[in-house]
């Protein structure tokens, strides 16, 4: 497989376990899905989606997908050390994994990305 196309489809699979991470907590009760937090999570979602889907090869598209990885790696850290924890189902302890396993991998590709479009020589 083309090492290009490894970013976009970790991106894809980021974004897919955070959206069930986010309906996880909402279910739970450790989250409510109210009108504000739609029109944050909302715009964050389709912007991450239109970097990940139409600006691929493109610095800004790398860039919002290295702050994607970012925030799957801050909703790891902040249910492994918070107040919010992991709340014992099987599912949210497999999905915080899942995202921060991915998380680290789609970080380590975008930024190999960004280093190889910095230095295309190599």
Known sequence: MKTS?????????????????????????????????????LPIIAAWLYATLVLTE?????????????????VVAIHASGPAGIHGEFLHAWLLIAIGGTSLFALLLAVRHLIAQRNPAR
């Open 58 to 74: 493109r610095r800004s598209g790398l860039i919002i997908e290295l702050l994607g990885s970012l925030l799957g790696l801050a």
């Open 5 to 41: 196309l490894l970013l976009p489809i970790a991106s894809l699979l980021l974004i897919v376990l955070l959206t069930f991470h986010l309906a996880d907590d909402v279910i739970l009760g450790k989250d409510v899905l109210d009108t504000i937090r739609l029109c944050i999570y």
